[in-house]
Each structure stands twice: as structure tokens, then as C-alpha cells.
């Protein structure tokens, strides 16, 4: 990941999580996957394929094999991150209705301004296993880093961020597709 990247990822982190410095109050796939797993996901190097749950929002998610599972206090319980070896990332972050707009706003802002060059993708909708999934895909630095960020709804709305550099984003694809189109209301 390279160091521009690694600023805005942190810089999306921490604009999702900081309520008050923002000044706030508080279909791909519908059939099972080969990538599904029952076994509960641990932070740390998942040695399987393995689910985490978000039980505030009511969704849970894959964690693949060898991918690590970070979790860190967020706005309205925890946030996990995925990353992969080489740095390709999904982040999840849940945050309440009357939030939602402006915490993805402030976090896509924060990597504009730390970005040379930022080139925002046309928002669009998609349903990820009956959930609606609005999200939108922008190119950092002439290509050289990639994100995607949006959300989806269940009990609580809850950000999907995909970020990393472009070479891990790319190869990484297939296992951020699985991750993406394993996201569904809590079993």
C-alpha cells in the first residue's frame, strides 16, 4: 500500500468514527457461495474461510482464508476491516440513519484532499442478497489507488468501503467480489 494510501485510508477511518468533528449526533448474489462458511471469524489470519457477524446492524460478511480480520471501536459498536497480505481491504462500519450521508461524505472528502488527483465514479445501486447496495467508485492518483464506498441497510445502515492499491485491488478481485456478495441479513 503506498504511503498516499495508507494516509487516506486512516483519513476514512477516522472521518467515519469522529461524530463530533464532523458535527454529527450520534444484484451481484443471492444464492450460496463455495466461499461460505459456518465457522465464527476471530481478529487475526482467518485459517479458514470463516463469517463475522455485525449483530447492531444485523448483517455478517466472509472473512476468506489468510485474510485478516481487524476490529476497532467505531461510531455504533465495532468496525472490522479485511485486509488481504498484500493490501487489499473491505471495510465495514456501522453508523446510524440520520448519519450515514454525511459520514461517507467526510470520508470520501478526506481522501479528495489528501489525494493529487481524485476522479469520483457515477453513484450506483445494486442488491447484494435482497439488500440494496448503493455505492460509488473513484480512482486516487491517476490510478494508482482505487475505493469504493457505500453502504447497505438491515437493521442498521452500514458502510462498505473497498480500498487499496490499485496492483492488490486488481488481483485481489475475486476475493473482494466473494466478500461483497457474502454481505446479508444475519442468519
Same mark, same amino acid.
Given at each position: 500500500m503506498t504511503k498516499t494510501h495508507k494516509i487516506a485510508v486512516i483519513l476514512m477511518i477516522a472521518a467515519a468514527m469522529n461524530g463530533q468533528a464532523q458535527g454529527l449526533g450520534g444484484s451481484l448474489a443471492t444464492k450460496k457461495t463455495t466461499t461460505e462458511s459456518t465457522a465464527a471469524a476471530k481478529p487475526g489470519i482467518a485459517t479458514e474461510n470463516a463469517t463475522q457477524k455485525i449483530e447492531a446492524a444485523g448483517i455478517q460478511f466472509l472473512v476468506p482464508k489468510d485474510w485478516k480480520l481487524e476490529e476497532m471501536a467505531g461510531p455504533v459498536g465495532p468496525i472490522y476491516r479485511v485486509m488481504s497480505k498484500d493490501g487489499a481491504a473491505f471495510g465495514f462500519i456501522t453508523t446510524e440513519q440520520e448519519d450515514l450521508q454525511t459520514r461517507i461524505t467526510a470520508m470520501r472528502d478526506a481522501v479528495k484532499k489528501k489525494a493529487k488527483d481524485f476522479k469520483p465514479g457515477p453513484e450506483q445501486t445494486d442488491t447484494v442478497n435482497e439488500l440494496e447496495y448503493?455505492?460509488?467508485?473513484? &480512482?486516487?492518483?491517476?490510478?494508482?489507488?482505487?475505493?469504493?464506498?457505500?453502504?447497505?441497510?438491515? &437493521?442498521?445502515?452500514?458502510?462498505?468501503?473497498?480500498?487499496?492499491?490499485?496492483?492488490?485491488?486488481?488481483?485481489?478481485?475475486?476475493?473482494?467480489?466473494?466478500?461483497?456478495?457474502?454481505?446479508?441479513?444475519?442468519?
Amino acid at each position: 500500500m503506498t504511503k498516499t494510501h495508507k494516509i487516506a485510508v486512516i483519513l476514512m477511518i477516522a472521518a467515519a468514527m469522529n461524530g463530533q468533528a464532523q458535527g454529527l449526533g450520534g444484484s451481484l448474489a443471492t444464492k450460496k457461495t463455495t466461499t461460505e462458511s459456518t465457522a465464527a471469524a476471530k481478529p487475526g489470519i482467518a485459517t479458514e474461510n470463516a463469517t463475522q457477524k455485525i449483530e447492531a446492524a444485523g448483517i455478517q460478511f466472509l472473512v476468506p482464508k489468510d485474510w485478516k480480520l481487524e476490529e476497532m471501536a467505531g461510531p455504533v459498536g465495532p468496525i472490522y476491516r479485511v485486509m488481504s497480505k498484500d493490501g487489499a481491504a473491505f471495510g465495514f462500519i456501522t453508523t446510524e440513519q440520520e448519519d450515514l450521508q454525511t459520514r461517507i461524505t467526510a470520508m470520501r472528502d478526506a481522501v479528495k484532499k489528501k489525494a493529487k488527483d481524485f476522479k469520483p465514479g457515477p453513484e450506483q445501486t445494486d442488491t447484494v442478497n435482497e439488500l440494496e447496495y448503493v455505492h460509488q467508485s473513484d &480512482t486516487i492518483d491517476g490510478g494508482a489507488a482505487v475505493q469504493d464506498v457505500g453502504y447497505v441497510k438491515a &437493521t442498521l445502515p452500514v458502510i462498505l468501503v473497498q480500498a487499496g492499491d490499485a496492483a492488490p485491488m486488481k488481483a485481489r478481485a475475486a476475493e473482494l467480489q466473494a466478500i461483497l456478495q457474502s454481505v446479508k441479513k444475519s442468519e
